[in-house]
């Protein structure tokens, strides 16, 4: 029998997360399958997710209407029922946690506010509110790659939790998170705190670069580029990861226990249909890595993916396409932190839409 083409990817030292979670994935049955069948191995949310979740479905009416009587605020409310969520996709992530090597995998991520994305003081609050409220070791707490999210990652991680950093698109913030990482850990340690258990991703986005590029790049006669910018970034990015999680500074935090924080492709679904549909996903397989994925690219690498370790592959033409970036004045930095500015959008659309849908339930309960 053909060996499973997602669970292939492991051998490869990449593990696959899934990009979704609702009531009925955990109720039915299907995490529990696609961990076994797929070798799934963690689990992401985000508020876009929680909120197609629950305007979707019925699954939250008893639990919205019974929360509506405690004179809750729709933020308390939401989060009420996504911690429900959360511990129980932990509960059934446990065993993959507990696998030989422990704590390697079997993560769930929950995000903070959206609404905080640039407010570090209340990231930090709300984080450990968070981490206190799941009780489980094999979560982690999603808080956006922003300059002002970057004093929260360090404060989070000195503070012992487990933390997804999101919402990254451009090199240098991508530095700063793994700086910022590599800070509290060391603050921890100074504070003569174990360091052994934490662990940590950087979640680069990739599908939006090239959806946000592309374009440009016909302006300026790089047509034979499209598609490749998101993919050059990540490489380098990696390149990155092995820079600062090697050597004696990251050596003397190893000693310890620490753990690299890896990086975390999301945003791996193909957006142009000119490309392949599972794009992303194998460009990028390599050790040491994780990736994100929506539940239809998920079946459609089931079906036909192609597992391969491609992450090192042509590091050189990953230079040259940036540096025919450079050399066309397409600045990739500025883009970057645009699409940084529009993902905090993306995010707080759903979820205030998502509070509204609280909001609604709450009156028809």
């Given at each position: 029998?053909?060996?499973?083409?997602?669970?292939?990817?492991?051998?490869?030292?990449?593990?696959?997360?899934?990009?979704?979670?609702?009531?009925?994935?955990?109720?039915?049955?299907?995490?529990?399958?696609?961990?076994?069948?797929?070798?799934?191995?963690?689990?992401?949310?985000?508020?876009?997710?929680?909120?197609?979740?629950?305007?979707?479905?019925?699954?939250?009416?008893?639990?919205?209407?019974?929360?509506?009587?405690?004179?809750?605020?729709?933020?308390?409310?939401?989060?009420?029922?996504?911690?429900?969520?959360?511990?129980?996709?932990?509960?059934?992530?446990?065993?993959?946690?507990?696998?030989?090597?422990?704590?390697?995998?079997?993560?769930?991520?929950?995000?903070?506010?959206?609404?905080?994305?640039?407010?570090?003081?209340?990231?930090?609050?709300?984080?450990?509110?968070?981490?206190?409220?799941?009780?489980?070791?094999?979560?982690?707490?999603?808080?956006?790659?922003?300059?002002?999210?970057?004093?929260?990652?360090?404060?989070?991680?000195?503070?012992?939790?487990?933390?997804?950093?999101?919402?990254?698109?451009?090199?240098?913030?991508?530095?700063?998170?793994?700086?910022?990482?590599?800070?509290?850990?060391?603050?921890?340690?100074?504070?003569?705190?174990?360091?052994?258990?934490?662990?940590?991703?950087?979640?680069?986005?990739?599908?939006?670069?090239d959806v946000l590029i592309d374009p440009i790049l016909d302006e300026k006669h790089l047509g034979e580029l499209k598609g490749e910018v998101a993919i050059a970034s990540a490489k380098k990015a990696y390149e990155i990861y092995k820079e600062l999680f090697s050597g004696e500074r990251w050596e003397k935090l190893a000693a310890k226990g620490a753990r690299p924080q890896r990086l975390l492709w999301a945003s791996t679904s193909s957006k142009n249909p000119a490309f392949k549909d599972t794009k992303y996903v194998e460009a990028l397989i390599g050790p040491d890595t994780v990736d994100t994925i929506p539940m239809e690219t998920l079946e459609a690498y089931r079906d036909h993916g192609d597992p391969e370790s491609r992450?090192?592959?042509?590091?050189?033409?990953?230079?040259?396409?940036?540096?025919?970036?450079?050399?066309?004045?397409?600045?990739?930095?500025?883009?970057?932190?645009?699409?940084?500015?529009?993902?905090?959008?993306?995010?707080?659309?759903?979820?205030?839409?998502?509070?509204?849908?609280?909001?609604?339930?709450?009156?028809?309960?």
């Amino acid at each position: 029998m053909e060996t499973n083409k997602v669970k292939k990817i492991h051998d490869y030292g990449q593990s696959i997360w899934l990009d979704f979670i609702d009531r009925e994935i955990i109720k039915s049955g299907k995490l529990k399958q696609l961990i076994e069948v797929d070798g799934v191995r963690g689990l992401t949310s985000n508020p876009a997710i929680f909120e197609k979740a629950i305007s979707s479905s019925a699954d939250y009416d008893a639990d919205i209407a019974e929360l509506a009587r405690e004179n809750l605020s729709n933020d308390d409310i939401f989060y009420r029922l996504a911690v429900k969520d959360i511990q129980q996709a932990a509960d059934i992530l446990l065993a993959v946690y507990n696998e030989e090597v422990k704590g390697a995998d079997g993560y769930v991520s929950l995000e903070v506010s959206p609404l905080l994305a640039l407010d570090t003081e209340g990231t930090i609050k709300q984080a450990l509110e968070l981490w206190k409220a799941v009780d489980r070791k094999n979560v982690m707490i999603k808080i956006p790659g922003t300059q002002p999210g970057l004093a929260a990652i360090k404060k989070t991680i000195s503070e012992g939790l487990n933390i997804n950093v999101t919402l990254l698109f451009g090199l240098e913030r991508y530095r700063e998170v793994a700086e910022a990482y590599i800070e509290g850990l060391e603050e921890r340690l100074e504070k003569g705190q174990s360091i052994n258990e934490i662990s940590s991703v950087a979640s680069f986005f990739l599908s939006r670069i090239d959806v946000l590029i592309d374009p440009i790049l016909d302006e300026k006669h790089l047509g034979e580029l499209k598609g490749e910018v998101a993919i050059a970034s990540a490489k380098k990015a990696y390149e990155i990861y092995k820079e600062l999680f090697s050597g004696e500074r990251w050596e003397k935090l190893a000693a310890k226990g620490a753990r690299p924080q890896r990086l975390l492709w999301a945003s791996t679904s193909s957006k142009n249909p000119a490309f392949k549909d599972t794009k992303y996903v194998e460009a990028l397989i390599g050790p040491d890595t994780v990736d994100t994925i929506p539940m239809e690219t998920l079946e459609a690498y089931r079906d036909h993916g192609d597992p391969e370790s491609r992450l090192e592959i042509d590091l050189e033409g990953a230079s040259s396409v940036l540096a025919q970036l450079r050399h066309a004045e397409i600045d990739l930095a500025q883009l970057t932190q645009q699409l940084e500015d529009e993902g905090i959008e993306k995010f707080k659309t759903p979820y205030e839409k998502l509070l509204n849908a609280i909001e609604q339930q709450k009156h028809s309960a």
